[in-house]
């Protein structure tokens, strides 16, 4: 955190701070907040973790993993190396089946799970490259997943805490995540629920009424859709948004 890059930012016209929490630490939280809020009138917005997959830590930070090469999703906490790492959030390994392909890190990595096992789920390398700690996973069928994490609802309470009125809600699959967000967060503040998954578009117009904005995140839809139908999903969710009287941020 540096001041004077938030003093410059002010100047130059951000009118948003946002804390993205799958990169925050919750017991960071609070410190990030509050070094903000003391040097910069710009007002916060917690962006929640939501419903994804990210691998875990990696005891090097990353690792490379070759074609026909077999790697284990385990169960149990394991530093990470190129045999073995976690999954989280803890426990959607359990959600795996045998035949699922998974992406990692936004398709630098292609495997197939091949065995459910009492330590996890064996996966095949198919196509092989370097698995970064803490990145996107996708699993080539709908998981379902709770709308926001423990982490998640413990942060967004202490932003209610703090005064914040802005919350961001990843991966909104439906209406009734938006509600979820706003059991916690309440009614006066600003929630924008981000269109990344398929699922998303599929309930697009329930969800941009029961929320005060949309965001497109461009990449994270890359990851389920070609990235050349990315343009015209664009102008779908804008057009959605607009009819529903909503704003729409374009992102990544």
């Known amino acids: 955190m540096n001041k004077r890059v938030l003093a410059r930012l002010e ?10 929490l799958s990169h925050t630490k919750l017991e960071d939280v609070v410190e990030v907040i509050d070094f903000i809020q003391a040097h910069s009138a710009v007002p916060v917005c917690l962006d929640s973790e939501g419903a994804q997959i ?13 074609e026909s090469a077999v790697i284990c999703a385990r169960r149990d906490a394991v530093a990470g190396d190129a045999s073995a790492f976690n999954l989280n959030p803890a426990g959607i390994v359990d959600a795996l089946e045998i035949g699922d392909f998974v992406s990692i890190d936004f398709n630098a990595v292609l ?4 065995e459910m096992t009492p330590e996890g789920a064996m996966m095949r390398v198919l196509t092989g490259g370097v698995i970064g700690q ?13 709308p926001l994490t423990e982490k998640d609802r413990a942060a967004l309470r202490i932003g209610r805490g703090k005064g914040l009125k802005y919350a961001a809600l990843s991966f909104a699959n439906r209406a009734s995540d938006v509600d979820a967000i706003r059991e916690i967060v309440g009614d006066e503040t600003f929630v924008i629920s981000k269109i990344e998954c398929r699922n998303g578009l599929l309930n697009l ?11 497109i995140d461009r990449g994270d839809l890359s990851r389920e859709f070609p990235v050349e ?6 102008k779908h969710i804008v057009r959605i948004a607009k009819v529903a009287g909503r704003k729409v941020y374009v992102a990544t």
């Open 11 to 20: 100047e130059l016209g951000a009118t948003l701070f946002r804390i993205n």
């Open 54 to 66: 990210r691998t875990g830590s990696l005891a090097e930070g990353s690792v490379s993993v070759v």
């Open 111 to 114: 495997v197939q799970v091949i």
């Open 134 to 146: 803490n990145k996107a996973v996708t699993v080539e069928r709908p998981i379902a997943m709770p």
């Open 205 to 215: 117009s329930a969800i941009a009424e029961k929320s005060d904005g949309l965001l």
């Open 229 to 234: 139908r990315i343009p015209a999903l664009q």
